[in-house]
């Protein structure tokens, strides 16, 4: 079935469609959200979050959009109302990375390297980890947006509420900045 088929069934009362939306999306929704939050407390209690958003509200889906832009522009709510309320509470910020989390760079690298990969890998995990973290907050959420949650810049324009001229600007300067601090040229 279709992700739209899916949406309709539940909104029809079938929770087996709900449970086969969740399995398609939960793990791709868990990522964004860890890397944005760098807690993977936080990410759990936000993924909740979202899951329970589209269940009190399976109505706000509009059948013409894709379930997957819907989700994330969901998501992208419930991550910037989380934000805000850590400010007011004073808690950690978008750029304090939580002790003890992985690091997106940290969550790409292979669990089994070779031995004469260790070293490679952990200067290199280093360096992007480095040009990651000097990315401004729009620009890691975008650049999370297109690589990690595979959606089109179309579709981040929508989640976000800017013109997909703004996405474009900031992804192009996010990965021109990312390449400068690793040291790899522009093709």
Same mark, same amino acid.
């Given at each position: 079935?279709?992700?739209?088929?899916?949406?309709?069934?539940? %909104?029809?009362?079938?929770?087996?469609?709900?449970?086969?939306?969740?399995?398609? !999306? %939960?793990?791709?929704? !868990?990522? !964004?959200?860890?890397?944005?939050?760098?807690s993977r407390d936080i990410a759990d209690d936000l993924v909740q979050e979202v899951f329970i958003k589209i269940i009190k509200k399976p109505d706000s889906y509009g059948e013409r959009q894709k379930f997957s832009a819907w989700l994330f522009t969901v998501a992208h709510h419930v991550m910037m109302d989380h934000f805000r309320s850590a400010a007011r509470r004073r808690e950690e910020s978008l750029d304090a990375a939580a002790e003890g989390s992985p690091s997106p760079v940290e969550m790409l690298a292979s669990a089994d390297p070779g031995p004469d990969r260790v070293l490679e890998d952990?200067?290199?995990?280093? %360096?992007?980890?480095?040009?990651?973290?000097?990315?401004?907050?729009?620009?890691?959420?975008?650049?999370?947006?297109?690589h990690y949650s595979e959606l089109s810049f179309k579709e981040i324009a929508e989640i976000l509420g800017?013109?997909?001229?703004?996405?474009?600007?900031?992804?192009?300067?996010?990965?021109? %900045?990312?390449?400068?601090?690793?040291?790899?040229?522009?093709?």
């Open positions: 079935m279709t992700d739209a088929e899916l949406i309709k069934a539940f %909104k029809e009362g079938s929770s087996d469609a709900l449970a086969e939306l969740i399995g398609r !999306y %939960k793990d791709r929704l !868990y990522a !964004y959200l860890l890397r944005l939050s760098r952990a200067v290199r995990t280093a %360096k992007l980890q480095a040009a990651f973290d000097r990315l401004s907050a729009d620009q890691r959420e975008i650049f999370l947006m297109r800017v013109p997909i001229g703004t996405v474009l600007a900031r992804m192009s300067r996010a990965m021109a %900045k990312m390449r400068r601090e690793i040291g790899v040229r522009g093709e």
